[in-house]
């Protein structure tokens, strides 16, 4: 009788996991889930994944079993650290070699690369075994650094990740950065695109996108894990929402300088026309394609429609407005809100709940209040993490 060897279900994840990985276009999303399936297959209780950029490592995304068992978020963060052989991502980072070592507190004096235990300190966790891997690109170079932490024996013992581990990370870590090569062509193409639209409206910077898309996204991920979607649906339409919510107001292209700049209030034609952006943004994204080309339009046609009616272009009224703007809306307002624009200071945090808190008595969707609430601490740091330059 074949035997059936101990890693045959984490072979057969490994393949299914790649596939999936094919399909997703959106960089933060598709970090997230390398990282999530990357721990999966190789038990591990937490990690945190890299991007090369130049001479720094930029830290994209972190995950924690032990921590979010006692009930703590992990925060939304992002800093950089040298690309250097001083820390072992670095190390792996210059040499391309994958690291797995057994108890990081017993690395030996004579390597390159030392232990930094001051995530350990402030955490109260304690990394024991970490298994480091390149992602390296079909030109050899690496683009990204995975770092899986504390492989799981039970609930309670970590023990040393076994070598077959590595191979099946090393061959995940390929595909993954073939993905991730393309995430970062679709995010530079999107952000041209922004940049097109912030040459006609200052408030439409980089920052003010990156910010709606990842606040759209944690609305959405609230609502959707409250109405239990399919894990394979839920990953599909967070990637293609980061995405289309960043270009919700990529029909202000079409409006005129002298409306887009102009200091003082509009008058009652200007902001006939100024409201065009809407539709002008839906006629650029139309034939649509794909769903991600239909999500972006309804995006850009709808995000100021309100829920009692009186928004525009179409005056639509409660479920007429497609889903994604109105999820898309409550995040753009919010970010109007929270920042500095040249005609304002950015209001106090109590200040914004007042008012969001009004909106959703006749603007937004009153079934989103609730998620939009459980999720103002992760938007206030995705807010920090995407600050105007
Ligand atoms: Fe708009
Ligand atoms: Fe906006």
């Not at 090369?52 to 979010?68: A, I, K, P, Y």
Request: aromatic residues 8%; glycine residues 6%; hydrophobic residues 35%.
């Amino acid at each position: 009788m074949p035997t059936v060897s101990p890693y045959s279900e984490s072979f057969e994840r490994v393949l299914a996991a790649g596939a999936i990985l094919v399909n997703i276009g959106d960089i933060d999303i598709l970090l997230e889930h390398i990282l999530t399936e990357a721990r999966f297959f190789t038990n591990a209780d937490a990690g945190s994944i890299y991007t090369v950029e130049g001479d720094v490592l930029s830290f994209r995304h972190s995950q924690n079993d032990t921590m979010t068992s006692r009930g703590k978020r992990i925060p939304y963060t992002r800093f950089t650290i040298p690309k250097t052989k001083s820390s072992m991502a670095g190390y792996v980072a210059c040499t391309g070699e994958i690291l797995n070592i057994d108890d990081v507190r017993k690395i030996s004096g004579e390597a390159p690369y030392s232990f930094d235990d001051s995530y350990d300190r402030i955490s109260y966790y304690r990394t024991i075994s970490t298994l480091t891997l390149p992602l390296i690109n079909n030109r050899h170079a690496v683009v990204g650094i995975l770092q899986l932490i504390n492989a799981k024996a039970d609930q309670r013992e970590f023990i040393p990740f076994q070598s077959p581990m590595e191979l099946f990370g090393k061959y995940y870590a390929t595909l993954g950065a073939l993905a991730l090569e393309r995430a970062m062509m679709t995010r530079t193409l999107l952000m041209r695109m922004v940049r097109m639209t912030e040459f006609r409206d200052p408030k439409e910077t980089g920052p003010h996108v990156n910010r709606v898309g990842s606040y759209s996204v944690a609305i959405y991920d609230s609502w959707a894990k409250a109405h239990k979607i399919q894990d394979s649906d839920r990953t599909h339409n967070r990637d293609i929402l980061r995405m289309a919510a960043m270009l919700h107001d990529l029909g202000k292209t079409g409006i005129s300088d002298s409306i887009l700049k102009k200091p003082d209030k509009l008058t009652a034609e200007e902001r006939s026309t100024m409201e065009n952006h809407c539709s002008i943004g839906a006629e650029v994204l139309q034939n649509c394609e794909s769903t991600f080309d239909e999500m972006a339009r309804d995006i850009a046609l709808s995000h100021h429609e309100n829920w009692d009616g009186s928004g525009y272009p179409n005056g639509l009224k409660g479920e007429e407005i497609p889903f994604m703007a109105r999820i898309t809306s409550i995040a753009d307002v919010f970010d109007a809100l929270s920042s500095k624009r040249a005609y304002k200071e950015p209001w106090t945090d109590s200040r914004v709940n007042d008012e969001m808190e009004k909106l959703f008595k006749n603007k937004f969707d009153p079934n989103l209040r609730d998620h939009f609430i459980s999720q103002l601490e992760a938007l206030r740091e995705i807010k920090e993490s995407y600050p105007e330059e």
